[in-house]
Nanobody, 115 residues
Framework: VYLEESGGGLVQPGGSLRLSCAAS????????MGWYRQAPGKQRELVAV???????TYSDSVKGRFTISMDNANNRAYLQMNSLKPEDTAVYYC??????????WGQGTQVTVSS
């Protein structure tokens, strides 16, 4: 399974970005798919994940500003990020888990929020 992210970049505070993730390879029986992020010197943390069992989960820090959407037929995930803040600066990783429990990660895309 290969995950490819796109859509990162530099944006001013208050701006918006849309991240995309495309999964390819032997993708079957997807249990969940979504986004994590890791800022310098911090642990990787959940941003938003869509699960076929648990529904959608958002980090408290992004609720009301970020929206995850899925194209299940094509194994794609999107993250619309609005009202971006400097503290949203991080490398954003696409995440996919299949029913066997196996987990996959993309290489990450940098999001920088700065004036």
């Amino acid at each position: 399974v290969y995950l490819e992210e796109s859509g990162g970049g530099l944006v001013q505070p208050g701006g918006s970005l849309r991240l995309s993730c495309a999964a390819s390879g032997s993708v079957f029986s997807v249990l969940s798919m979504g986004w994590y992020r890791q800022a310098p010197g911090k642990q990787r943390e959940l941003v938003a994940v869509s699960s076929s069992v648990d529904g959608t989960t958002y980090s408290d820090s992004v609720k009301g500003r970020f929206t995850i959407s899925m194209d299940n037929a094509n194994n794609r995930a999107y993250l619309q990020m609005n009202s971006l803040k400097p503290e949203d600066t991080a490398v954003y990783y696409c995440y996919l888990r299949i029913i066997t429990g196996a987990r996959y990660w993309g290489q990450g895309t940098q999001v920088t929020v700065s004036s």
